[in-house]
């Protein structure tokens, strides 16, 4: 018997083994959640199959989340094979390379547009689409963010502006799905070499600087965040919404 017995869910955001969607959905899967996948772009498709078939998904969609076509592809299918929705992770970010190392004084409209659109806007799209298949279910989302919405992190840049809106996002849905049941939290992960890290120039220091410093003396690692998630989604989170919850082994307490 698991505490997700009997719910469905959908991950946005697999790109691989390492990504944090990843050990959220395997987290969730242990729990007996059923889980449909997203993925963008035919390349990461040849990734994100296999994966989500070696724990049982049936539903695999290509989901880019600046097509909104594609996203009612998505929640189309699954109001027509599952009727309703339970779960859904958003671990979606991107920003172009030079807006992660070069100083954000420079950070071009087309960059700030696509760093905000794909990072903070689709999740208030996919919660939008989400909510209608959540209706009586006691559903819950959880979205992924970092420190850098907070604080300055050299090089993290229009990432954490878009992060910072992430996060208000998240309250103002949590305002407006609330009436519905529907809760929404954010999860403020410490440093984790995935994919998308490696995009962010001097990432390698940031993990050093952080296991240094943080309260525990360490880095977090994925399967942390998985069982954050698992927690913030199922039963025992029942009167949470509209949190940023930080997983990051203490470190944003720190003032010096
Ligand atoms: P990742 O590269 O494994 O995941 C990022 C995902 O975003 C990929 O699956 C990619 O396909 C997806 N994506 C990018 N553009 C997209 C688009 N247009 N449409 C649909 N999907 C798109 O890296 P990750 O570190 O697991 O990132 C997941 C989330 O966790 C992100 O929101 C990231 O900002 C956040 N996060 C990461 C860290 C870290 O250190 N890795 C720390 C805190 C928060």
Redesign the pocket.
């Known amino acids: 018997m698991g505490i997700l017995d009997g719910r469905k869910g959908i991950i946005?955001?697999?790109?691989?083994e390492?990504?944090?969607?990843?050990?959220i959905a395997r987290a969730l899967h242990e729990e007996g959640a059923e889980l449909a996948f997203?993925?963008?772009?035919e390349i990461?498709e040849k990734r994100?199959r296999p994966l989500a078939g070696s724990i049982g998904a049936k539903i695999i969609l290509p989901?880019?989340?600046?097509?909104d076509q594609?996203i009612e592809r998505v929640f189309q299918t699954l109001k027509g094979e599952w009727g309703g929705l339970d779960i859904l992770i958003?671990?979606?970010?991107?920003a172009a390379k030079e807006d992660l190392s070069q100083p954000y004084l420079q950070t071009s409209r087309e960059g700030f547009q696509l760093a905000l659109?794909?990072?903070a806007y689709?999740l208030t799209v996919l919660a939008r689409q989400a909510a209608q298949l959540m209706e009586g279910r006691s559903g819950s989302i959880v979205?992924?963010?970092?420190?850098?919405s907070e604080k300055v992190i050299p090089n993290y840049n229009v990432?954490g502006v878009a992060?910072a809106a992430?996060e208000a996002s998240v309250r103002y849905l949590a305002h407006d799905l609330g009436p519905r049941g529907v809760r929404i939290n954010a999860?403020?992960?410490?440093?984790?070499?995935?994919?998308?890290?490696?995009?962010?120039a001097g990432?390698k220091e940031?993990?050093h600087y952080s296991a240094g410093r943080a309260p525990l003396r360490r880095n977090i690692d994925?399967e942390e965040?998985g069982r954050a998630a698992l927690f913030l989604v199922s039963e025992m989170a029942s009167a949470i919404t509209g949190e940023v919850v930080h997983v990051?082994a203490g470190y944003n307490i720190m003032g010096m």
Do not use: Q
């Open positions: 946005f955001g697999v790109a691989n390492r990504s944090i969607a990843w050990a997203t993925y963008a772009g990461l994100v989901c880019d989340v600046t097509k594609e958003h671990a979606i970010a991107y659109d794909v990072s689709s979205t992924l963010t970092y420190l850098g990432m992060k992430l999860i403020s992960a410490g440093p984790v070499k995935t994919l998308a890290a490696a995009g962010i990432f940031m993990l994925a965040v990051d």
